[in-house]
């Protein structure tokens, strides 16, 4: 039977925890949801950031032990956004406590970490899993997978993945995403494993084979900066004077294949001049092929190889339209009254509470064992990128 | 002294009083308010559609009894969101109350109700009024208003509007918008009036004569639904076998001048087949130039003509780096995570809490004088089209 | 029986001298003309550039008497390059002298001498005319008609046309382009006339009514240069300190309806900061509609309302596929190997080549009769600036 | 001394012969060369096409007999624009007598006949050479090329390539582009050279180590075709019910390293549906980035890193400014009237001319020994698919 309510318990107050906050607000607002999502409790580090973030965003209780609020009976889901080198001891206790868990990407810092998750997920026969790869909950990437388990793209030639940012120059302080020992690696983990996760989601294949990678860490060492922490702005804490030494790639590349037979090429990169979040795909079918650009979310750029050849070309289609049955935009606004970064998330936290209620999500979430196959990857990546040779995903347990 | 409170009434729960509610929903936890910000009490006509909506939101009163709720001393600023012929009896009442008013665009359904409420607005004293002519506060075009503002643009030569709907085919059923007596217009009231109110707020300056202009109804009959209402999708009501003359322009355009020596041309039609929402501006100063697309809301397009002219070109920029001072954009999330239709609203909410408190918005509020002097644009092209000749503003009083 | 030979007379050695005479030389490179084209004869002013400029461009013969060619019997048909003044005496001289006439557009510099080259093109029966409206055999042009012929766009509801150019500041010089007597006018003759064309001949409608119209001179005194004549770049002549009064529109907008029911808006301006060379035209019908931007002129936006609604989008067509059946782009290279600015002239001499030949060209040919409709809207735009109202085209014979 | 005259000897007659015929016929038109360029002799296969073709495009002679021609005294440029695997034959004739030595790319069809020419090159101290990588020459990667040489990029962080084509589907023949033996490669010499000679071009860098490869023959056989030869389009020949095997890649992707430390991708294929002819090249440094598209040839993407952050954004440059400086369009026509595929062509024939007469042509030409770099590259990424490792260019002599 399905629950009434779910009562979420939601750890960290950062960048994410602000984003999934948003999430629980608002999804009951605009979705029909099958059962009352509660703002339970949050949890986070620090007592007095921790109250106020959760009056704020209407969270009914917080705390600052985490132990305490996962053995509280009246939690059903835990929902863990703190940096990734924690994601392990809180899914797997939260799963041992018979809580359904949603986790932020990637999985895991480690593959070791992603393992033992994975087993736990797998022992926790009533427990539901969740991991927050949004993108996939984006309209337009929702809406070429669709397009893609429909035919339309046919047998698929080219993936083609890059997603670029360019936050990272040398001024850019020490915060915890470069450092190695908690981020687990940089634009790799951070950026790299949503192209991963979306060209995955949106072939319905497997990557077999990592055939060649590099990493590069251009900025070798950053301005430390007091606290721990700091977001992306480096806001987070004072800037010392010292020097650290940052322990991530600033870039990733990689060529692939696919067990479909289509070649791939993946980069990830924090220092692309000009680019500020541009997570854009490009996937060529023998009937059709795609385009997506986070820049311009709205968009589907799609090229039917179908229509008579004179009418041939890219379209842009306004993804938005609720009416023509585009993914998630009945909820919305009317056509091309267009929705923003935050969407995805909040469609997602819909779909968690439909999954929960025993009902379909528009399209499919991923779950640890799902997510496990991204983390494989960056595994064979790293791997490939060390030993100079191609690392067929078979090696990688 | 500031509040510390705003009690806000909404008036409406169609789609505008769900943009207004959400926007009021949200504005206190991505901005620092300078007041309490309260969902105090709903207003609709249909009592239980009324609950739910005031449950769904948040709303912690709702009733069906406008003129009990005006009189109610605890509410602070009224918020109407009816059709437009509804806008001068509801707004006199509450400036009357004493009440801070917020109101949804165009000002009135005509110019004699505008003006009436510009009267009530000033003898109000110690009321303020808002009109939602949102755009303004969708960072991109509150950007274009600060650059011009700068100067950067120069002698502007050129204004070029163009607002494109294509949602009003022969099969939309005849719902309030088609409704003469009601809606006041059709794409002149409804889309034109955001492109006046926005060139006129990026240019700084007034439409001094409309030199042309045309009204055309394409569709002059449709099939009439059986309540009165209906959102734009037509679901408002069963459609009915009988037809009805649509009262409306489809699509109006005009020439005019403005205080400065621009020479401008506007449209506004619900008719142009392929463009979803493309409110679209264009203008050209001898110093710089910029282009907006609604439907590419997070870019402004500009042309910076002091540069060498080797590297002079359209400039696309994201306009969503509040570290680099965009407008709004520190309130958000990281640059390039993009904003949506919805954020125009939940800054405005912002921007109006801001004012009741006394401070400065980001960009400047349009108040019932203000939004008088577009209505008097709208009421001039109406006068051109009638009679064919150049209408200069100086004649609409 | 069709010519062999064409014997070519070309008047004029500035822009349009060079770009029709790269246009004779390569017609008969790409495509397998039915006559043979000879470049016979250049008609200039300055003996020593004429001959300079014919030797360069493989010209057999040279001369300054345009009488002398004129009744030279070898000649098939006479060019007219010329500024838009001397029209009228050499066609109508060419045209009673036995000649073919190719005549660069506007038709004439005034109303009047364009009925009377009209009236001369009427009387020679055994005369072909053509006037180099030669945007309508840019390849996406040509399709955009083809389309709209096919039915591809169903009734037309909307023409929104500008042609935007940014090179009249304050600083060019006083060219003959601004002297009303040499030029008749300014943007409207030069750019708008193009528009007006294009629109004609993609709509396959006529101009009805010009409902309101607007000139305007930004600039109104200019340097002088020594000589009278001068290419847009000023170059003609050395730049005098003396100022003179430019007496044409730098900008001109009109709205107009068309004989199938559409509403348009024309502008056409040399101050529109950033755009250079932006000759753009959308047509929405109830099927259909499409975009076209000069500064990607391989590129025509395409939009298809009939396909099923969640793929409709803005279609950007490569005009470029010879085997799929692009118009002319059989003659020229591969798939996406682009053209110029100068193709359309290549693919218009090509025309006439077969016109003269008794053979159908790709898309119509302007001929006098033609190019005297556009000319009436001229007309209609200079009197409805003039009135200040509407101007049926009935009006103007 | 310079050379008064330059008389050419074309080898070839097929797309490259008609782009390089057309390329002498136009380039004294528009340029002033330094000397005078003689169309001198046609070299092909088949004797009656070759008095066509030399006819139809005005070359003085025609010979089926190259060994005749190359010993012709009064030949001083031979141009190769046959298939791959004649090019090391005759340009090693050319060069050991006496002649200067135009030679299509890649240089040859393995690095073994490239090092013979290469070899010979060096020899004949009086003659130049040049290979035909038309790309530099088109105006928007000269100009990314000198804005990198002004210091405008900075430090180069990524390099991005890739040339994307869709023509060889399964209906495509089995023409001399999937022959092994006659091309020497696929997609890689017809089109990852371009990619690679126009990054080592932009960068002034080269490539010292290829990472990782990967090729791929997605089709395997194609139907064989009469005739030997066969243009893109497959006309060349009746198509044969049998079936050949393709000895080519249809696509390869490598990743590489830079001499001044940037990562880059490369790809090439002819599988990309949608994609025509996007030669596309993305280079970011610390200080600026470029873009560039073939499809949309006449503009170059450039973001600015120096500018006031808030209006950085990519700018759109229409690079056909000749009065702006604009590399090659002071040459051909007004701002914004664009230039096609073949002016690349016919600029590079302006250039060679130039570079005969000991003129600096507009950007640097490549020559046997600058295009041998690009060969080693090549050979590198063959061997690194090969043998799944990485190989240092050092190890390619």
Redesign the interface.
């Known amino acids: 039977m399905a629950p009434k309510t779910i009562n979420v318990a939601l750890i960290g107050s950062k960048?994410m925890g602000r984003?999934h906050?948003?999430a629980y607000?608002?999804a009951?607002?605009f979705f029909q949801l099958p059962v009352e999502l509660v703002m339970h409790t949050l949890l986070a580090r620090h007592p007095q950031e921790t109250e106020a973030f959760a009056r704020?965003?209407g969270w009914r209780n917080w705390s600052t032990d985490w132990q305490k609020t996962l053995s509280d009976p009246q939690i059903d889901l835990v929902d863990i956004t703190t940096p990734n080198n924690a994601h392990r001891e809180l899914a797997v206790a939260a799963l041992e406590a018979g809580k359904h868990v949603a986790c932020e990407k990637p999985l895991a810092a480690s593959l070791d970490d992603a393992r033992l998750m994975l087993k736990a997920a797998q022992k926790a026969k009533k427990s539901q899993t969740f991991v927050w790869y949004n993108y996939r909950r984006c309209p337009a990437v929702a809406?070429a997978h669709q397009?893609a388990r429909q035919g339309k793209l046919g047998k698929i030639?080219?993936v083609?993945a890059?997603y670029l940012q360019?936050?990272a120059?040398p001024d850019t302080p020490l915060i915890w995403r470069f450092q190695g020992d908690v981020a687990g690696s940089g634009a790799l983990g951070d950026l790299c494993a949503h192209s991963i996760d979306m060209a995955r989601f949106i072939t319905g294949q497997e990557i077999t084979q990592v055939?060649?990678?590099?990493t590069?860490t251009?900025i070798k060492e950053r301005n430390v900066i007091s606290s721990g922490g700091g977001e992306?702005?480096g806001k987070g804490g004072a800037i010392k004077r010292k020097k650290g030494k940052s322990t991530v790639d600033d870039?990733t590349?990689?060529?692939a294949?696919f067990s479909g037979?289509a070649?791939a090429?993946f980069?990830a990169?924090r220092?692309?001049?000009?680019?500020?979040?541009?997570n854009r795909m490009e996937i060529?079918?023998?009937?059709?092929?795609i385009r997506f650009n986070?820049?311009?979310?709205?968009e589907l750029e799609?090229?039917?190889?179908t229509l008579?050849?004179?009418?041939?070309?890219?379209?842009?289609?306004?993804v938005?339209?609720?009416?023509?049955?585009?993914p998630y935009a009945g909820a919305w606004?009317?056509?091309?009254?267009?929705?923003?970064?935050?969407?995805g998330f909040i469609n997602m936290a819909a779909d968690i509470m439909f999954a929960l209620a025993g009902r379909k999500p528009v399209v499919p979430l991923p779950d640890f064992a799902d997510a496990y196959q991204t983390q494989r990857v960056l595994a064979a990546v790293v791997a490939?990128a060390k030993n100079?040779?191609?690392v067929p995903l078979a090696q990688i347990k």
Chains 1, 2, 3, 4 share one sequence.
């Open positions: 960048f984003a906050s948003n607000l608002k009951g607002k704020r965003w809406f397009l030639y080219h083609r890059a360019d936050w120059g055939v060649g990678a590099m590069e251009f992306i702005s870039a590349l990689f060529l294949r037979g070649v090429s980069e990169t220092l692309s001049t000009g680019d500020k979040n541009r060529h079918g023998d009937k059709g092929a986070f820049e311009r979310m709205n799609w090229y039917d190889a008579p050849g004179n009418v041939q070309g890219w379209s842009t289609i306004n938005t339209n609720g009416s023509e049955g585009h606004w009317p056509v091309a009254h267009v929705l923003g970064y935050e969407h490939s100079g040779c191609p």
